[in-house]
């Protein structure tokens, strides 16, 4: 297995460490404590989760990665309070949660709009849901509709939009409920690749205008680097972190930094860490070593 | 969440329908009456047709019926009074709906037969041969007869279960040699089926089967002076379909009641005996055999028995009133 | 693209092809019953004597099987008397397509000729009505019922087993019981044709709203939705569509309880003139009266149809792909 000669990925310019430094200053809006999660499966209990520690500052990004099937989804569920905890606990703001609620907002992968309701009153139902005035929800959701560049499509129904589209609308409806941290699970992962780039951008842009804390979670490198202040990185059975990443490339981010020495440092520990040398036989390493030139292109790791 | 359980939603339909849909039973004076396809009751509808109930002073609302439905609804409680054979009374009666009858309408002069394939020409032929017929019902009695006629029994054929209205079919089909049914469908069974003879009818045993009006006892106790009115105007409808200058006008209101055009309908009132006052009051004697209502529905409460279509044998006494039409 | 082949799996027909299909879909069978009725030599299994010969039971106008016309004329022949004659001749009991069309258009404009005799449409009517206060108040419970337990599970439980058990048991068989308590007139068969519905929807129309996406009730969860708002802006808006579909294959099935609801009780209704008119043999109007309930069933069906395209209008995108 050949490595390039790369920088420590945990080398950071004074410009990114400063950033860090203020970034650990900020509020904790999310604390994870010993998370667990075992599922009643027919064939007995699995354990997806085991004890999970992490916290998210205010205005972070975290992107999560880890092998197919270690616990991402359960861990952004357990988050959301689609799932409940086995044990350990989540405090959002120093509040234990408990079910599902308005302040942490989700994005699918399978966009999940209301296809009964045009763009507009799909952004505007969690507002409706909180009370908020019919007058008041639809201006405040053209605001939020024009923030993702769909204004000519508002009064159109969800199944006439691209996917990249949909997507756009599942992020302005569940920024306009006003959560305080946004659970994403792998929202880009049914897009090509030219629109998942351009979403990325979009998303980057989105979350630098606005107050808003992003879980995100993938199974491409490229983008939880490319997103992310900071990266999870999760171990299969059981799902464990195995590391949290400080990500050393500068901000704000642009398409030339994924071929920049402190990005491919960063590809290649996360590279190290999802497919451990010695667990893939040769042909994966390099398969590996030659998606490394082809900066872009998503592949499924594997183990 | 509020939810009402199943039980309560389904007594709030109930509830729903009845008040949608039932009839205004409050007012007591409207006797409802049942009735249904034989020509005997078909007979009626001149009297409803021409208002002779309003002209009577009596309130009478007829509802037309399938004849197994009308025993139903009058078993039901829901009729006051219901057109049926004097064989069928007990049988209604056994499980509780008694009735009394009042009036002796008709008998069956013909209209029930025993139709036979081509080749048998005679009852005696049937030894031994297979016969369809509505096992435990009237039509079932009317074999006994013809066998006994000929000093054969019901030991000596192979019977099958047939209901009168599938009986043409089931002839055609050759699957009996002979079948038992009443109108229209032992006249249908007849033409279906080329060389097929009626080997027996009701016309050889007048009496065997007669057709009645029967009332629930606490609509006739309640309201014996209306009941009184409507057996007056039976009698005038009978004397209007019986009279020669009257009785094509009866004819195409009989017919029309039943879908068909006079023509067709005549000879189903042809094998149908109307009765006059003068000679229904001379079939309340207590006799012993078919010229007497008394001696009918005996050999019917014997057969029934025999059939076990019930258990206790039914107080004939309390089924009969004849003073509505001998006039005490 | 003019040669598009007619055969490809699942793929959307021209405009002109569906209307050609359609056509034919009715003048098929249309065909083939005219063959049958038309043609001598296809079927007719009887013969009808115009000339009964020397045969003593023969009758003009009688229908008799073509063996034994055959018999008996042979032996007529070699007794040397007079010969039958007669036509092929299809059972009474098919009448030919001009002859339902007659009895169509004449059950239509035949007076009554009773005072208390209806008109055949008024007869028509009274149907649909039964039809009409069935189907509605099994919908009035059914559709509510069947989208709580499709919605909670316990719902579900408290009462899906016994409606399982139930919907096997056949309407028709609670006709005495109904006429028992609801009369003779309307109630019992407006009973029948609700208890032929009723337990079908319930378990119709939850297992429809099962079938909603549960990553719509997530996504709602996420945005702040409580349990009502739930049901109203999620549950009920997202099933609409389907419910509505299910909804017109039940009222179909409300139809086919007509003929037993309506012996129910007081004879009424077109079942009143159909078995009337089979009783006595007038297959023509017999057929008539089916060709009836087939024409107001497919045309109330085609309305509510196209009803569907204006009230779920997010779903006609998707139907046309
Ligand atoms: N409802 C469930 N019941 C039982 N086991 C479950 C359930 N949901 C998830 N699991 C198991 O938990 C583990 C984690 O699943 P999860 O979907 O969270 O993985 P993931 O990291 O999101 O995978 P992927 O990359 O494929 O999306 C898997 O082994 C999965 O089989
Ligand atoms: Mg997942």
């Given at each position: 297995m050949t490595?390039?000669?790369?920088p420590?990925?945990?080398d950071?310019s004074?410009?990114?460490?400063?950033?860090?430094?203020?970034?650990?200053?900020?509020d904790?809006?999310?604390?994870?404590?010993?998370?667990?999660k075992?599922?009643?499966?027919?064939?007995?209990?699995?354990?997806?989760?085991?004890?999970?520690?992490?916290q998210?500052?205010?205005r972070?990004f975290v992107t999560?990665?880890g092998?197919?099937?270690c616990?991402?989804?359960?861990?952004?569920?357990?988050?959301?309070?689609?799932?409940?905890?086995t044990?350990?606990?989540?405090?959002?703001?120093?509040?234990?949660?408990?079910?599902p609620g308005?302040?942490?907002g989700?994005?699918?992968q399978g966009?999940?709009?209301f296809?009964?309701?045009?763009?507009?009153?799909n952004?505007?139902?969690g507002?409706?849901?909180?009370?908020?005035?019919a007058?008041e929800?639809?201006s405040?959701a053209?605001?939020?509709?024009?923030l993702?560049g769909l204004?000519k499509f508002?009064?159109?129904?969800?199944?006439q939009?691209?996917?990249?589209?949909k997507q756009?609308v599942a992020?302005?409806?569940?920024l306009?409920?006003?959560?305080?941290?946004?659970?994403m699970?792998?929202?880009f992962g049914?897009l090509d690749?030219q629109?998942?780039s351009?979403m990325q951008?979009?998303?980057?842009?989105?979350?630098?205008?606005?107050?808003i804390?992003?879980?995100?979670?993938?199974?491409?490198?490229?983008?939880a680097?490319?997103l992310?202040?900071r990266?999870?990185?999760l171990d299969a059975?059981?799902?464990?972190?195995?590391?949290?990443?400080?990500?050393p490339?500068?901000?704000?981010?642009?398409?030339?930094?994924?071929?920049?020495?402190?990005f491919l440092a960063?590809?290649q520990?996360?590279?190290e860490?999802?497919?451990?040398?010695?667990?893939?036989d040769?042909?994966?390493?390099k398969?590996?070593m030659?998606?490394?030139?082809?900066?872009?292109?998503?592949?499924?790791?594997q183990? | 969440?509020?939810?009402?359980n199943l039980?309560?939603?389904i007594?709030?339909f109930?509830?729903?329908?009845?008040?949608l849909?039932s009839?205004s039973?409050?007012?007591a004076?409207?006797?409802?009456?049942?009735y249904?396809?034989w020509?005997?009751w078909?007979a009626?509808?001149?009297?409803v047709e021409?208002?002779?109930?309003?002209e009577?002073?009596v309130?009478?609302q007829f509802?037309?019926?399938?004849?197994?439905?009308?025993?139903?609804?009058?078993?039901?409680g829901?009729?006051d009074?219901?057109?049926?054979t004097?064989g069928d009374?007990?049988v209604?009666g056994?499980?509780?709906?008694?009735?009394?009858m009042?009036?002796i309408?008709?008998y069956s002069?013909?209209?029930d037969m025993?139709?036979?394939a081509?080749?048998?020409?005679s009852?005696?032929?049937?030894?031994?041969?297979?016969?369809g017929v509505e096992i435990?019902?009237v039509s079932?009695?009317l074999l006994?007869?013809?066998?006994?006629?000929?000093?054969?029994?019901?030991?000596?054929?192979?019977?099958v279960?047939?209901p009168t209205?599938e009986?043409?079919q089931v002839?055609a089909?050759r699957?009996?040699?002979?079948?038992?049914?009443?109108?229209?469908?032992?006249?249908?069974?007849?033409s279906?089926?080329?060389g097929?003879?009626a080997i027996?009818t009701?016309?050889d045993?007048?009496?065997?089967?007669?057709?009645v009006?029967?009332?629930s006892?606490?609509?006739?106790?309640?309201?014996?002076e209306e009941?009184s009115?409507?057996?007056?105007v039976w009698?005038r409808?009978?004397?209007?379909?019986?009279?020669?200058?009257?009785v094509d006008?009866?004819?195409?209101?009989m017919?029309a009641?039943?879908?068909?055009?006079?023509?067709?309908?005549a000879?189903?009132?042809?094998?149908t005996?109307?009765?006059?006052r003068?000679?229904?009051?001379?079939?309340?004697q207590?006799?012993?055999g078919f010229?007497?209502l008394?001696g009918s529905t005996?050999?019917?409460?014997d057969?029934?028995?025999?059939y076990?279509v019930?258990?206790?044998p039914?107080d004939?006494?309390?089924?009969i009133?004849?003073s509505?039409?001998?006039?005490? | 693209?003019?040669?598009?082949p007619?055969l490809?799996p699942?793929i959307?027909?021209s405009?002109?092809r569906?209307?050609?299909?359609?056509?034919?879909?009715?003048?098929l069978?249309?065909?083939?019953?005219?063959?049958v009725?038309?043609?001598?030599f296809?079927?007719h299994p009887?013969?009808?004597?115009?000339e009964?010969?020397?045969?003593?039971?023969f009758?003009?106008?009688?229908?008799i099987?073509?063996?034994?016309?055959?018999?008996?004329?042979n032996?007529?022949l070699?007794a040397?008397g007079?010969?039958?004659?007669?036509?092929?001749?299809?059972?009474?009991y098919l009448?030919?397509?001009h002859?339902?069309?007659?009895?169509?258009y004449?059950?239509?404009t035949t007076?009554?000729r009773r005072?208390?005799?209806?008109?055949?449409h008024?007869?028509l009517?009274h149907?649909?009505?039964?039809?009409f206060w069935?189907?509605?108040l099994?919908s009035i419970?059914?559709?509510?019922?069947?989208?709580?337990?499709?919605?909670?599970?316990a719902v579900s439980?408290?009462?899906e087993?016994?409606?399982e058990?139930f919907?096997?048991?056949?309407?028709?068989?609670?006709?005495a019981l109904a006429?028992?308590?609801?009369?003779?007139?309307?109630g019992?068969?407006i009973?029948?044709?609700?208890?032929?519905?009723f337990?079908?929807?319930?378990l119709?129309?939850?297992n429809?709203?099962?079938?909603?996406?549960?990553?719509?009730?997530?996504a709602?969860?996420?945005l702040?939705?409580?349990?009502r708002?739930?049901?109203?802006k999620?549950?009920i808006p997202?099933?609409?569509?389907?419910?509505?579909?299910?909804?017109?294959?039940?009222l179909?099935w409300a139809?086919t309880?007509l003929i037993?609801?309506?012996?129910?009780?007081?004879s009424s209704?077109?079942?009143?003139?159909?078995?009337?008119q089979?009783?006595?043999?007038?297959?023509?109007?017999?057929?008539?009266a089916i060709m009836m309930?087939?024409i107001i069933?497919?045309?109330?069906d085609l309305l509510?149809?196209?009803?569907g395209k204006?009230?779920?209008?997010?779903?006609r995108?998707?139907?046309k792909?």
């Open positions: 490595k390039l000669d790369l420590n990925y945990k950071q004074p410009e990114v460490k400063a950033r860090f430094d203020d970034l650990k200053q900020r904790v809006i999310l604390d994870v404590k010993h998370l667990g075992i599922f009643d499966s027919a064939k007995g209990p699995v354990t997806a989760l085991e004890d999970i520690n992490f998210v500052h205010r972070e999560v990665i092998p197919s099937g616990g991402k989804s359960t861990l952004i569920r357990t988050l959301a309070g689609l799932e409940s905890a044990s350990g606990e989540v405090l959002l703001e120093g509040a234990a949660v408990s079910g308005p302040d942490r989700m994005v699918f966009y999940t709009l296809p009964w309701l045009t763009v507009k009153k952004v505007m139902f507002l409706r849901n909180q009370g908020v005035s007058v929800a639809e405040e053209l605001e939020w509709i024009n993702v204004e508002a009064e159109v129904y969800p199944d939009l691209s996917g990249g589209m756009r992020i302005a409806r569940a306009a409920a006003k959560p305080r941290i946004l659970l699970d792998e929202p049914a690749a629109t998942r351009k951008a979009y998303l980057l842009e989105i979350w630098r205008h606005i107050d804390t992003i879980l995100f979670i993938t199974h491409d490198l490229d983008e680097i490319y992310a202040d990266i999870l990185v059975h059981p799902g464990r972190v195995s590391e949290l990443i400080e990500v490339v500068s901000r704000p981010r642009a398409p030339e930094q994924l071929l920049r020495p402190e960063a590809r520990r996360l590279d860490l999802i497919h451990p040398p010695g667990q893939g040769e042909e994966v390493g398969l590996n030659l998606r490394f030139a082809n900066v872009g292109e998503e592949v499924q790791p183990n | 969440m509020q939810r009402c039980t309560s939603r007594i709030v109930v509830v729903l329908t009845l008040s849909a009839p039973q409050a007012a004076e409207t006797l409802f009456v049942g249904s396809d020509p005997g078909v009626w509808e001149v009297a021409k208002d002779w109930f309003a009577a002073g309130d009478v509802e037309w019926f399938d004849y197994a439905a009308s025993m139903e609804a009058f078993a039901a829901q009729l009074a219901v057109t049926m004097n009374a007990l209604t056994s499980t509780g709906a008694q009735s009394v009042i009036i309408g008709d002069n013909g209209n025993v139709v036979a081509p080749g048998i020409k009852v005696s032929e049937l030894k031994g041969k297979r016969v435990g019902f079932h009695l006994l007869d013809a066998l006994e006629s000929v000093g054969l029994t019901e030991a000596d054929v192979e019977l279960n047939v209205n009986a043409p002839l089909s699957d009996v040699d002979a079948i038992v049914a009443w109108q229209p469908n032992s006249g249908q069974s007849l279906r089926v080329p097929s003879t027996y009701s016309g045993q007048p009496g065997l089967i007669y057709d009006l029967a009332v006892p606490r609509s006739l106790y309640a309201n014996r009941w009115k409507v057996v007056d009698y409808v009978v004397d209007y379909i019986l009279d020669p200058a009257t006008d009866a004819l195409s209101i017919s009641r039943v879908g068909l055009s006079p023509e067709e309908y000879p189903l009132l042809a094998g005996r109307l009765l006059r003068e000679e229904a009051k001379g079939l309340y207590e006799t012993e010229d007497s008394h005996s050999i019917s409460n057969f029934n028995l025999r076990e019930y258990r206790d039914q004939l006494e309390a089924y009133d004849s509505f039409t001998l006039g005490k | 693209m003019t040669s598009a007619w490809a699942r959307a027909l405009q002109q569906e209307r050609v299909l359609t056509l034919l879909s009715f003048l069978p249309l065909l083939i019953w005219a063959a009725s038309y043609t001598p296809i079927w009887n013969m009808e004597i115009t009964p010969g020397s045969v003593n039971y009758q003009e106008g009688m229908q099987e073509r063996e034994t016309f055959q018999e008996e004329y032996t007529q070699e040397g007079e010969l039958p004659q007669g036509f092929r001749a299809n059972p009474v009448p030919a397509p002859e339902v069309a007659i009895a169509f004449t059950s239509f007076e009554p005072r208390s005799e209806q008109w055949l008024e007869s009517w149907s649909i009505q039964i039809i069935g189907f509605t099994s419970l059914g559709v509510p019922l069947g989208i709580l337990s499709g919605t909670f599970a439980r408290l009462h087993p016994f409606i058990f919907r096997y048991l056949p309407a028709p068989a609670f006709g006429v028992a308590i609801l009369g003779i007139y309307d019992p068969k009973a029948i044709i609700f208890i032929g519905t337990f079908q929807q319930v119709v129309i939850s429809t709203t099962r079938k909603l996406d549960i990553a719509l009730l997530e709602a969860l996420t702040g939705a409580n349990r708002q739930l049901l109203f999620v549950v997202g099933v609409l569509p389907q419910l509505y579909k299910d909804q017109r294959i039940l179909g139809w309880y037993v609801a309506e012996l129910i009780g007081t209704g077109i079942t009143w003139f159909i078995t009337q089979a009783r006595y043999q007038n297959f023509d109007n017999v057929f008539a309930i087939g069933g497919l045309l109330s509510l149809a196209r009803l204006r009230l779920f209008p997010w779903e995108s998707s139907n792909s």
